[in-house]
């Protein structure tokens, strides 16, 4: 099974821009987008031969994840049941006979790690919600997880300590 996930901060800038046109070369069985920034009226027709899946934002031009499927899932999850993160449209999973592929958009913590709260509540809830589904089968997970894990990901770390993405709490 072929996947690929990418943030495309806007899929129907993406699409303007005719990056889907070179993703399509790929010929990938499933592709998760992450950070839509669209609804339901303006998604665009890509992959016309693919089911597609969406989780929306409430708030229109935020977030929003995307899975487009040539293999028909059994099952759609759209967000993890807890209103707060699900408003934001930030998780859709598909369950195959097999297993699970769950796209998800990680909330920033922003500057002045104004978000780390949440973020590190979604966190748990997050790793909560796929413990539950890896009792009854595996899971790959296609993200944005808005964090720099190790200290080689960035150009300078130690003055990065303190930042969004990479505070010692987002990255545990």
Sequence with gaps: MKIISWNVNGINACTNKGAIELLKKECADIYCFQEVKSQKENIPKIFEEYYSFHSFAKKKGYSGVSIYSKI???????????????D???????????????????????????????????NKNFLDFCKKLEKTKPIIIASDFNVAHKEIDLKNPKSNMSNASFTPQERE
Excluded: A, M, T, W
């Excluded at 028909?72 to 699900?86: H, L």
């Design 72 to 86: 028909r899932p059994i099952n759609v999850i759209e967000g993890i049941g807890i209103k707060e993160f699900d």
């Design 88 to 122: 934001e449209g930030r998780i859709i999973g598909l369950e195959f006979e097999d297993l699970f592929v769950i796209n998800v958009y990680f909330p920033h913590s922003h500057r002045e790690l104004k978000r780390l709260d949440f973020k590190l509540k979604f």
